[in-house]
């Protein structure tokens, strides 16, 4: 049964750092590729960043670009995104994401009902 797993989120100031996990099982995360979602309150669902299977490229919004950074760690079968210098605007119910046969992500983002596996995502809040 595929599954993914969302962990790590929390209560956070500006400017401090998150770490958050998508762990996978009953698949191999490495032949996929993994998109990062978020939905903050009263918005739609949107995508911040996505990282390919193997020697693809990465995704990243304009809006946490140079501030988040997408990873994974194979042989945990886990993919991160390091979140830096957040800002209250990150706050938002985080999702990991893919969908079958997929191993590249868009240079210019996906849409979410592309997706065909989720989390069920762990919130984010930002706030002083």
């Known amino acids: 049964q595929v599954q993914l797993v969302e962990s790590g989120g929390g209560l956070v100031q500006p400017g401090e750092s998150l770490t958050l996990s998508c762990a996978a099982s009953?698949?191999?995360?490495?032949?996929?590729?993994i998109a990062w979602f978020r939905q903050a309150p009263g918005k739609e669902r949107e995508e911040v960043s996505c990282?390919?299977?193997?020697?693809?490229?990465?995704f990243y919004a304009d809006s946490v670009k140079g501030r988040f950074t997408v990873s994974r760690d194979n042989g945990k079968n886990t993919v991160y995104l390091q979140m830096n210098r957040t800002k209250a605007e990150d706050t938002a119910v985080y999702y990991c994401?893919?969908?079958?046969?997929?191993?590249?992500?868009?240079?210019?983002?996906?849409?979410?009902?592309?997706?065909?596996?989720w989390g069920k995502g762990t919130l984010v809040t930002v706030s002083s």
């Open positions: 009953g698949f191999s995360l490495e032949y996929f590729a």
């Open positions: 994401a893919t969908r079958e046969l997929w191993r590249r992500c868009s240079q210019s983002g996906v849409e979410d009902y592309l997706m065909g596996y």
């Open positions: 990282i390919s299977s193997s020697d693809g490229p990465t």
